[in-house]
Nanobody
Framework: QVQLVESGGGWVQPGGSLRLSCAASGSIFRIDTMGWYRQTLGKQRELVADITPGGSIVSANSVKGRFTISRDNAKNAVYLQMNSLKPDDTATYYC???????????????WGQGTLITVSS
């Protein structure tokens, strides 16, 4: 069994910064893409950014230039540095990872429990 544990959410004023962390644990052979999604009430979950083991990044246009995703493969961890936060960034943020538990198996898509970020004055 594998799980993702997130940390770093909370309240911040507009223009402020927060850093999210997510670590995978359990029976892990290899992790493919890791990323961050966010969701607000009544809306679909949307990709914020993801990153491959080699460091290739895909990010939403709305966060480019403000959010930076990174990962530490040795620690099975992914991070999201969020700067210049706006009220529109208010959402629950979910960590996501595609995890292989055995050498030949298909990757499992695993989600974190979600962490709420509130941007307001």
């Amino acid at each position: 069994q594998v799980q993702l544990v997130e940390s770093g959410g909370g309240w911040v004023q507009p223009g402020g910064s927060l850093r999210l962390s997510c670590a995978a644990s359990g029976s892990i052979f290899r992790i493919d893409t890791m990323g961050w999604y966010r969701q607000t009430l009544g809306k679909q979950r949307e990709l914020v950014a993801d990153i491959t083991p080699g460091g290739s990044i895909v990010s939403a246009n709305s966060v480019k230039g403000r959010f930076t995703i990174s990962r530490d493969n040795a620690k099975n961890a992914v991070y999201l540095q969020m700067n210049s936060l706006k009220p529109d960034d208010t959402a629950t943020y979910y960590c996501n990872a595609h995890i292989h538990t055995m050498p030949e198996d298909r990757a499992l898509e695993v989600w974190g429990q979600g962490t709420l970020i509130t941007v307001s004055s």
